[in-house]
Nanobody, 127 residues
Framework: QVQLVESGGGSVQAGGSLRLSCVGS????????MGWFRQAPGKEREGVAS????????YYADSVKGRFTLSHDNAKNTLYLQMNSLKPEDTAMYSC????????????????????WGQGTQVTVSS
């Protein structure tokens, strides 16, 4: 059973930075598609970024391009999301997700394509 545990959330002022981490365990495949999603109160869950841990493309939502950087340390089974120049609209619960399937276009950002999820970590950005 794949388990994902997030950490690194918190409260920052606009313009600040945070780094989220997601440690995975219980993998039965060597490589996965892993992503970060976020959900603000009253809004739908949206894809933030996704990466294939076997190498290749990294996908970002337009709203975070140039500010967020996604990376993965295979040796540590850890997914990172470096978030810079944070804005109040980035405030949300951020969740890590994993799937054995990857895809570009709309696919990577579809929560239904990820069967494994962490509990989430809250990010609050004040103006």
């Amino acid at each position: 059973q794949v388990q994902l545990v997030e950490s690194g959330g918190g409260s920052v002022q606009a313009g600040g930075s945070l780094r989220l981490s997601c440690v995975g365990s219980g993998y039965t495949y060597r490589r996965y598609c892993m992503g970060w999603f976020r959900q603000a109160p009253g809004k739908e869950r949206e894809g933030v970024a996704s990466i294939y841990t076997g190498g290749g493309s990294t996908y970002y939502a337009d709203s975070v391009k140039g500010r967020f950087t996604l990376s993965h340390d295979n040796a540590k089974n850890t997914l990172y999301l470096q978030m810079n120049s944070l804005k109040p609209e980035d405030t949300a619960m951020y969740s890590c997700a994993a799937s054995t399937q990857c895809g570009g276009g709309w696919y990577w950002a579809a929560p239904s394509k990820y069967p494994y999820w962490g509990q989430g970590t809250q990010v609050t950005v004040s103006s």
